[in-house]
């Protein structure tokens, strides 16, 4: 799977993104700690406002960016992304009421929405052989997945000889960093879009996903994947120190194995794709993920103590497992069902479209969990991810090709 970070470009974008990544989870940790410095023991208010913030960031702007930036290169974008998630890190320490807080996470996070798809959208025309595509799958699922683990870990020892306010600077150092490498990389000679009246170009990408069958299928395992994933993240403590009655390290152990069947299945993906369709694997783990959600709550219910645990642990690993048989090939479609000139307007439409699904489930998840408990609440996200894994059946029922319109420009 490293072979492919021979092609000195990649190399250079994928420690780009790593780096970013990490500086990232840093800036959550340290985002966490300025919360509480500010509003003390309503800072899980401010968090829940900045978390929304992101998400609506995530929808509303990566649209809007790739339209209004279609007639601008890559690499300019990238860079003045990266510069711009530097100068709101370094301005997070400075801030003294929760109001400013939420400004900045704004803009950070519209940076991201406009740095991610945009990067995504590269590494296919740096790529271009299908077989070292999803190879480099395979690294960015890995690395999404190792982030979650190391970050905090890594503010941790940290913070054990730093104030936390220095976190910033090392995250903004990260997002030059990333700047940098950016900077010096060669970026294929790529086509740029047409001129198009703006509302044309906002909704290219939408357009294309809803012409073409296979696109279509795709955002039905978004919502699949957001219905899962919205359990896990939003009420893995509340299972396990709140019904479970267990450890804080329980909760870590817990997310730990969930990153690490995703992790497993990421190794896994290049060699499994050279001989099964990447729409069958999609398909197995759509399906597999309600499933597993359905098993879980008879586990809460009616087992206790020590099987219990482990049955649980279990779930979470193939739940991991199952999310990246779904993600890890995902891109390979939109690749597929894109050109060159329509491409980052597709990948900022799968962005928008797929958090547009966390939108809807983790607010379910948190409230829905509180009201009516976790195993009922486990059957409510069984049947949104059971809609999702009907409507890619039913879209991906058709011929390969069919209704796909990657000429939408």
């Not at 586990?299 to 048989?325: E, K, N, P, R």
């Amino acid at each position: 799977m490293i072979g492919v970070l021979r092609n000195p470009t990649y190399a250079k974008l994928f420690s780009a993104q790593v780096i970013a990544l990490l500086g990232t989870g840093v800036l959550t940790v340290a985002l966490g700690l300025l919360a509480f410095d500010i509003a003390g023991g309503d800072a899980g208010i401010v968090l829940g406002v900045a978390m929304s913030i992101k998400m609506i960031a995530y929808v509303a702007v990566a649209p809007v960016a790739a339209a209004l930036l279609a007639r601008v290169r890559r690499k300019p974008v990238l860079i003045g992304a990266d510069l711009i998630r530097a100068g709101v890190a370094l301005s997070l320490p400075l801030v003294t009421e929760a109001w400013q807080i939420y400004i900045l996470i704004f803009l950070l996070q519209s940076a991201s929405a406009t740095f991610t798809p945009t990067f995504q959208a590269v590494i296919p025309s740096v790529l271009p052989d299908e077989d070292d595509y999803t190879r480099a799958l395979s690294l960015s699922r890995l690395a999404y997945d190792l982030e979650s683990l190391l970050s905090p870990m890594i503010a941790a020892a940290l913070l054990t000889v730093l104030v936390y306010q220095n976190l910033f600077v090392g995250t903004v150092i990260g997002f030059m960093v990333s700047a940098v490498l950016v900077s010096v990389s060669r970026f294929p000679v790529g086509e740029v879009s047409a001129p198009a009246p703006f509302v044309e170009r906002l909704t290219r990408g939408v357009r294309v996903f809803w012409t073409s069958a296979e696109l279509r299928g795709l955002m039905g395992l978004n919502l699949v994947v957001a219905a899962t994933t919205a359990m896990v993240i939003v009420n893995t403590v509340v299972l396990v120190q709140g019904d479970l009655g267990r450890s804080e390290a329980d909760v870590a152990l817990m997310l730990g194995v969930y990153g690490g069947g995703s992790m497993l299945v990421a190794l896994l993906m290049p060699k499994l794709l050279e001989t099964v369709p990447d729409r069958l694997v999609m398909l197995f783990g759509g399906i597999a993920l309600p499933v597993l959600l359905l098993i879980a709550p008879g586990f809460m219910s009616w087992i206790d103590g020590t099987l219990q645990w482990a049955a649980l642990l279990v779930t979470w690993v193939l739940l991991g497992a199952a999310t990246s048989a779904v993600l890890t090939p995902s891109a390979r479609l939109l690749r597929r069902g894109s050109t060159e000139q329509n491409r980052p307007a597709v990948f900022a439409a799968q962005f928008s479209l797929s958090h547009a699904c966390f939108l809807l489930t983790y607010p379910l998840a948190g409230i829905l969990g509180a009201a009516i408990g976790l195993p009922a609440v486990s059957l409510v996200l069984v049947v949104i991810g059971t809609v999702g894994v009907v409507l890619a059946v039913v879209c991906w029922t058709r011929p390969l090709g069919a209704g796909r319109y990657s000429e939408v420009t």
